[in-house]
């Protein structure tokens, strides 16, 4: 016959256990997801430089939602949508070619289906010619992909 105080504590035993072992999985696979989201993010941002720097500005609408917004600047205003955005970046088309860059200390922020990434793009024209600019760029999940619902730019006076 089995002793009841016993059964009891084996049942609390064998409960806690579990429960440790779901809480570390579930806050393994919450870490590995959020490690895969800057991952994603940091690989978006990179592709769209990348395009951007070989006079693809167009990049950024690709990886833009359509409600995007944008400031930087040279404008007077914030661009309001994917429309205002295109109509910034299609004239410049094919006319910036900058050989070396970097981003400086990104940071990526994920708060739900937000994610906020923080840098310092240093630009090298040739050894004696670097800039500096800051961005704040941010992404939105939607469905299966994340994209840009804000992106702010400001060139750097610090040297």
Partial sequence: MIDKAKFIQFVFLLSFFVG???NNSTNQDSAFREDSIKSLILS???TTLK???NGDPIGFIDNSWEDVTYFDPS???RADS???F???LTPIIGQIH???HKLDKPLVRIYGDIAILTFTDVITFDENNTGR???TEIYQHRGNDWKLIHSHWTESKAK
């Fill in 98 to 100: 900058i050989p070396v």
């Fill in 75 to 77: 404008l007077k205003n």
């Fill in 20 to 22: 440790c072992s779901y």
């Fill in 44 to 46: 978006k941002e990179n």
């Fill in 82 to 84: 994917i429309n205002a």
């Fill in 86 to 88: 295109r109509k910034i």
């Fill in 133 to 135: 600019w800051h961005a």
């Fill in 51 to 53: 395009r951007w720097y």
